[in-house]
C-alpha cells in the first residue's frame, strides 16, 4: 500500500512538471518584443499605421480608455504626441517595425496631436479625449 501511494504521488509531481514545461513552452511561442506595452491596449480604437498614414487620423474617447497603434506598413514608424495629460511615445523614432502595437491609455480630457517622427509632417494624427 505505501509503495502504491508513493509511486501514485511521484506520477502526480512527474505530471505537473511536464505541464509546467508545456506551458512555459507556450508563453514563449505566443509572445514577441514589446508584450509589456501590448497588454494594455483593451477597449479601445485601433489606428492603423499603412501607406504612411494613420487610419483612422483622428479617434475620439472618453478618458480612461486607450488608443492601439498597430503597424501593417513594411516600413518602420513610431508614434510620438502630447497633450493637456503631457506627452506619450512609442519609443525612438521608427521604433515599430511592421507588426508591432503600442497602446497608450489617456486619463486627461483634452486634444492631442501626434507624428511619426520618420514620416513627419505627413504622417500626423489627433486623439480628442472627453
Ligand atoms: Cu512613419
Known amino acids: 500500500m505505501r509503495e502504491w501511494l508513493a509511486l501514485l504521488i511521484a506520477c502526480l509531481a512527474l505530471g ?19 508584450a509589456a506595452t501590448q497588454q ?3 477597449g479601445g480604437p485601433e489606428v492603423v499605421m499603412r501607406s504612411s498614414q494613420f487610419e483612422p487620423r483622428n479617434v475620439t474617447i472618453k478618458a480612461g480608455e486607450s488608443v492601439t497603434w498597430v503597424n501593417d506598413d513594411p516600413v518602420p514608424h513610431d508614434v510620438e504626441g502630447s497633450g493637456p495629460g503631457g506627452e506619450f511615445s512609442s519609443g525612438p523614432p521608427g521604433g515599430m ?3 508591432d502595437r503600442f ?3 489617456f486619463k486627461q480630457p483634452g486634444n492631442y496631436e501626434y ?9 500626423a494624427g489627433t486623439v480628442t479625449v472627453r
Do not use: I, N, T, Y
Open 103 to 105: 497602446s497608450f491609455k
Open 40 to 42: 494594455q491596449g483593451r
Open 16 to 34: 505537473l512538471l511536464a505541464v509546467g514545461c508545456g506551458g512555459d513552452d507556450d508563453d514563449d511561442g505566443g509572445g514577441d518584443g514589446g
Open 97 to 99: 517595425a511592421e507588426g
Open 115 to 123: 507624428v511619426c517622427r520618420v514620416h513627419a509632417p505627413g504622417m
